[in-house]
């Protein structure tokens, strides 16, 4: 069963284009991530399926009912965590939870019980007023918000600012702790690592319009890694533009630069027989990846 699916989803404001003819179909059980950009249309179709924003054309379903027919019963069931938090400065964070959780139409003494284990879990002082937390105690409120309610669809909008490392890691924890229960999650970023350690399938959208869907597995094959090399004595240029799966390249001095293309560890054993004083290796840009797929989709 598909939780999420689109037919062309579109959305304009004005003359200006949030997305184009999005096409999605998100599994029940799955943990999708959608990634791109800031400004690649991610939010707009987060918001458009949330009913926020009406969509220009095209149509859009969760849980099998029209986004906008049946949008107060679907929102019942999906927990939402936008990019940005705001609330209420003067209310304590208990006062706030429990004022969400009552939009529900369930057990109030359930969801209770709920935010005080996603408190204690994410070490949150539920007795502080809002105005005196810090930007991540503020986005684990947002956290607990979308969660209190046990939803069976969660959705995230670049979730992780303001969250330390250590904080990153609970939290992907409690996704994947949410997950085993059968909730689908829709995980949208623009930082690919994230989403690579999370998801089972992505969309990359750039422009409002979705350049590729993917298994995630597959799109790690496909996964470049930016080498920069700082060389002892000077560069044989061509032996490094004979290395295989190598594009972008450019020369600097005693330095070469370079996307990879395929297994590293292939590649650390061609680049061992260089003469280097410096090896980095880091993952590109997401301009650098989305290029990539657009040369590739010209050809």
């Known amino acids: 069963m598909n939780i999420i699916e689109t037919k062309k989803l579109t959305k304009y404001y004005g003359k200006s284009l949030g997305i184009s003819e999005i096409d ?4 029940e059980g799955e943990i999708f991530g959608f990634i791109g950009p800031n400004g690649a249309g991610k939010s707009t179709t987060i918001r458009t399926l949330l009913g926020l924003v009406y969509p220009t054309s095209g149509s859009a379903t969760i849980f099998g009912k029209d986004i906008i027919e049946f949008g107060p019963e ?14 209420y400065d003067g209310m304590r964070v208990i006062d706030l939870l429990k004022y969400s959780g009552s939009f529900y139409k ?27 937390l810090s930007y991540g105690n503020k986005k684990k409120v947002g956290i607990i918000q979308g969660l209190l309610h046990e939803p069976k669809l969660i959705i995230l909008d670049e979730p992780t600012g303001g969250l330390d490392p250590l904080m990153q890691q609970r939290f992907f924890d409690l996704l994947r702790e949410e997950n085993k229960k059968g909730v689908t999650i829709l995980f949208s970023s623009h930082i690919l690592s994230e989403v690579q350690k999370l998801c089972d399938r992505v969309a990359i959208i750039k422009d409002g319009k979705i350049v590729k869907i993917d298994n995630i597995k597959d799109l790690a094959k496909d996964t470049h890694k930016r080498f920069k090399l700082e060389f002892k004595g000077e560069i044989d240029r061509k032996q490094v533009t004979e290395l295989i799966g190598v594009s972008d390249l450019a020369f600097d001095d005693n330095n070469a630069s370079f996307l990879l293309k395929g297994n590293i560890n292939e590649a650390i054993k061609l680049i061992a027989g260089f003469e280097l004083t410096n090896l980095l290796v880091e993952e590109p840009d997401l301009e650098e990846i989305f290029m990539h797929y657009y040369v590739a989709d010209k050809k």
């Open 74 to 87: 679907i929102k019942e069931d999906i927990g939402y965590l936008p990019s940005e938090v705001f609330y």
């Open 106 to 132: 369930k057990d109030q003494a359930v969801i209770l019980k709920k935010i005080k284990e996603l408190a204690e879990y994410l070490d949150l002082d539920l007795k502080k007023k809002i105005d005196d």
């Open 24 to 27: 999605l179909e998100i599994k």
